[in-house]
């Protein structure tokens, strides 16, 4: 299994997170910068489908590449690679995202 493919159905999810954002009665632009950020993480990852052995290098790399602001963009990296090694460990997980990353939350599903 690479990044890039893990990436991709994260995107999916990611999706739920955006519902879930839009429903909060509160100020949700610091969680919109965040899933901002994280997505373009997602997108970079597939795009640039790094190898496995150096995806924790690479998103340590990225945030140069992409000019991006270090503080808030190490926190989403951090999450991405949370996400990453719990696909490389939890089959569970792995089916979750295969199947769609299905939530109640999402639009459309």
């Known amino acids: 299994m690479r990044p890039a493919q ?14 879930r954002r839009r429903r909060r009665k509160r100020n949700t632009t610091p969680d919109a910068i965040g899933l901002d950020l994280k997505r373009t993480i997602l997108e970079e990852t597939v795009r640039q489908d790094p190898d496995p052995e150096v995806y924790e290098q690479w998103l ?20 991405v690679l949370a996400e990453w090694q719990l696909a490389l460990q939890s089959s569970d997980f792995r089916n979750w995202l295969q199947q769609g990353a299905r939530s109640d939350d999402a639009p459309n599903q």
């Open 60 to 79: 340590a790399n990225c945030s140069f590449i992409l000019q991006a602001p270090s503080g808030p963009f190490i926190a989403m990296a951090r999450d």
């Open 6 to 19: 893990v990436c991709s159905q994260l995107l999916a999810a990611l999706e739920a997170s955006e519902g």
